[in-house]
C-alpha cells in the first residue's frame, strides 16, 4: 500500500523547509530508545513504532531524523544482551534543549516530539520523555526572553494569553510531546508481548522472529499476535496523530 512519500528533513532543499515554515506544517520528532525486547523482537521496537507509523503519515508532515538513544534503563534486562543502551536523563537535557533552540531560531513554530517507550506513564512522565519536555520548555523560555525581552509575559501586548493558552496558540504550544497511542481498551500496550509484537508483524515483520521467543512473564502473550491485529493498533495510532497534529 502507498501512503505517499514522507517530507524527511535531512533530504529538504532550502525552498522546501522555508515554504514548510511559511505553512506552519507540523514537524516531527520521533524519540525512541534501544531496549531488550525479548529474543523474538528487535531492540528498537519502540522507535520502529514511532518511525514506520510516522511514515504513513506520508507528505502531510515534516520528519526530523529521528532519535534513537533515550534513557532505556536496565529494568528489564541487563547491559549483557546487548540490545538495551541506556543513556542517563541528564545527557538527554541539553542535547534536546539544543535540539529545541536550533528549531525554534530557524522559524518552526510546530514542533512535535512523539514516543512510545514507557508513554503508559505518559501523565506523570519517565525519563526520556520528562527530558524532552524540560528541554523544550527551557529552550521556549530562554528563546522568548532573547525575541522580547525579560518581563515579556507582563507586557500589555500579552493580555490575552489565557485565550491563547486556552486555545493552543501560545508559545508553549510551539514544541509539544505527544504518546504513540493515545489511552483506549482497544489495543494491548504491552512490552513485547501480543501488542508490540504485532505492530513489529505489521510495521517491521522481517524484524520478528517468532521461534526465538523465550519464557518471560512479560511476552507470554506474544504467541497471540497477527499482522492483521497490528494494522488495527497503527489505525488507532494514525488517527490519534492525525488529531494531535491538527491534520484530522
Known sequence: MNWGRAMRYERMRPDQIADAI??????????????????????????????EVVERLGDAVVVLPPFAYGAASHAVAGPEHGTTL???????????????????????????????HQSENFAQGMPTDLAFRLAARNAIFRHLETERGAGWWGKREMRDYYALHEAGADPFNWIRLHPLFAKNDVFPFDHAGEGETALMQALAPETVAMGRLGDDWWSETAPKATAARGEEGVALALAHLRQVLGLA
Not at 511559511?22 to 518511525?51: F, W
Not at 541539553?94 to 512510545?116: M, S
Open 22 to 51: 511559511a505553512r506552519n506544517m507540523p514537524v516531527v520528532l520521533p524519540i525512541g530508545v534501544m531496549e531488550h525486547h525479548g529474543g523474538h523482537l528487535p531492540a528498537g521496537v519502540d522507535l520502529l513504532a514511532v518511525t
Open 86 to 116: 541506556h543513556v542517563d536523563a541528564s545527557a538527554l537535557v541539553p542535547f534536546f534543549e539544543g535540539l529545541c533552540t536550533a528549531l525554534l531560531k530557524a522559524g518552526f513554530r510546530n514542533v512535535h516530539g512523539v514516543i512510545h
